[in-house]
């Protein structure tokens, strides 16, 4: 049966994009309630200064925290070598740099040209060779499909720097729509020409919501063979750099989507409502989103698991 990676990124991508700041606790209780639910790996918080998104303060503590439930690869996102240190010495098991395909994301984002970015990626690889070996880095590809700062982003510059960071020696380049440009036949496209370019180093897809696509995005992906989606429970999410950004794909509704097209995700349903409520207990007011939150399942759903 094939098996999906579902890998839940709203304790980062999510909790970045809103101004309240969640209890150290709280978010310890909904990441354990979404592990409890069957989420394999969550990006569980990003190393960023402080002054810039208060948010991620307490990033060591949860990293260390997160690293008590069983079997949880816990991951986390740097934007440099200092974040990315941070992070090794707390103990994450991977770790996502976010590498804008459009300087102009990458200047608002990370305040670094691409020449300076390749540099920063460089010194993380040489870091984690020389002192964390078992730590998996991704380069995730902001920008990827689209830029509301640079407009349209040409697919010969994301494959490029594909392979530049494939050749800087990270394990995985996953492709993001940061602020919901991409449509289902360029989402096809690129991942095959990206999965041609790198074989088993190609990265998994992140999808935001913005203009409705992501699901559509997540089975054009799936054509492409792609099996490792990001989601956000209760579709919270959006870089506070990318003018417009909005929340990334639910995690309850694409774990719908595709258990019901027979693929495994190891996700119950149910005790992702749990986690939601621990979500909202944490983030009292915060709007959270979802079709499947809002409808339930259908009468008769099975899960790939139970049909197989
Ligand atoms: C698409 C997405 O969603 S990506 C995720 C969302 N975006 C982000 O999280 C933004 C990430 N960007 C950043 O954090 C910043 O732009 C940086 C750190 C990468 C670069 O900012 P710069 O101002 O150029 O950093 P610089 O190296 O000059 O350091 C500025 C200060 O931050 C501190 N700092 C730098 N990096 C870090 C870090 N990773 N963690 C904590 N503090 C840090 C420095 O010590 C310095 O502190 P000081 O003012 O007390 O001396
Ligand atoms: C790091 C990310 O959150 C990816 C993106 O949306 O560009």
Known sequence: MPQILVSEVGPRDGLQSIAA??????KLRW??????AGLREIEVCSFVPPKLLPQMADAAEVVVGARELPGLH????APNLRGAQAAFEAGAAKVTLPVSVSEAH???????THGQMRDEVAAVV??????????TLEAGLSTAFGCTLAGRVPEADTLRMAVAMAQLGVDEVGL??????ANPAQVRRLFRALRAELGARAGGAHFHNTRGQGLANVV????????????SQG????????????GNIVTEDLVFLLESMGLDTGIDVDALMAARAALRDGLPGEPLYGHVPDAGLPKGFTYAREAA
């Not at 700041?21 to 709280?26: E, F, G, K």
């Not at 990458?106 to 670094?112: E, G, M, T, Y």
């Open 21 to 26: 700041v969640m209890p150290t606790p709280a």
């Open 31 to 36: 990441i354990g309630a979404l592990a409890a």
């Open 74 to 77: 816990v991951a986390a996102l």
């Open 106 to 112: 990458s200047l608002a984002n990370v305040r670094k």
């Open 126 to 135: 040489a870091l984690r060779d020389a002192r964390f070996p078992g730590v």
């Open 176 to 181: 993001s729509d940061t602020t919901g440009y």
């Open 220 to 231: 054009a992906a799936l054509e492409a063979g792609v099996d490792t989606f990001d989601a």
């Open 235 to 246: 579709g919270l999410g959006g870089c506070p750099y990318a003018p417009g950004a909005t």
